[in-house]
């Protein structure tokens, strides 16, 4: 097996009960891991969330913290993927003085080149979001910089396979019993 140390996602889908994110966490934590990004949300089936967690280890590690997710009760399966077996994106969004959307021509063929959107502009402030691979987001962000940015924030990684996953039918089973 590869010792080679990846970037995995990992998918677990769960009822949705408190305390659970501290015992996931706790699992990284005992193994040294850390999370790079963490998403939850609801699944495609009514009543099951999904965490979708970002780590970067080796294969047989991944194996083993699978399997300790699949030993919590409100686990109902767990997975692992690389990058190659998924379609994934972030999303970011920058807060930045209005002055510079009007005043310095540089910034508008940022956003252009970048594919960011506006989401809202005031007299004091503008919203850009940008979605899309970490290094996108990341680029955006270091030419922004130059200008200054007020606020940004960096979604957690979303994630689907590109493989169809036997999941749903597993969780709507789950659901009708």
């Not at 997975?79 to 930045?96: A, L, N, R, V």
């Not at 959307?101 to 252009?112: A, D, G, S």
């Not at 680029?139 to 606020?151: A, C, T, V, Y």
């Amino acid at each position: 097996m590869n010792q080679e140390i990846k970037t995995f996602t990992i998918s677990i889908y769960t009822e949705n009960n408190i305390g659970l994110l501290n015992r996931i966490s706790a699992i990284f934590q005992r193994r040294h891991i850390n999370i790079e990004s963490l998403t939850t949300s609801k699944s495609e089936i009514e009543g099951v969330n999904r965490f979708v967690i970002v780590v970067n280890i080796t294969e047989p590690q991944a194996k083993k913290i699978i399997g300790q997710f699949q030993k919590q009760i409100e686990v109902i399966r767990a997975y692992y993927h690389t990058d190659e077996e998924t379609i994934f994106q972030e999303s970011g969004m920058f807060k930045i003085k209005s002055d510079l959307l009007f005043n310095e021509p540089q910034i508008q063929n940022i956003i252009k080149e970048s594919n960011a959107r506006i989401v809202t502009v005031n007299k004091e402030f503008f919203v850009l979001e940008k979605s899309g691979r970490r290094n996108e987001i990341e680029s955006l962000h270091r030419d922004l910089n130059i200008f200054g940015i007020m606020q940004f924030v960096r979604s957690g990684r979303i994630s689907v396979t590109k493989e169809e996953m036997k999941i749903t039918e597993m969780l709507l089973a789950f659901n009708n019993q």
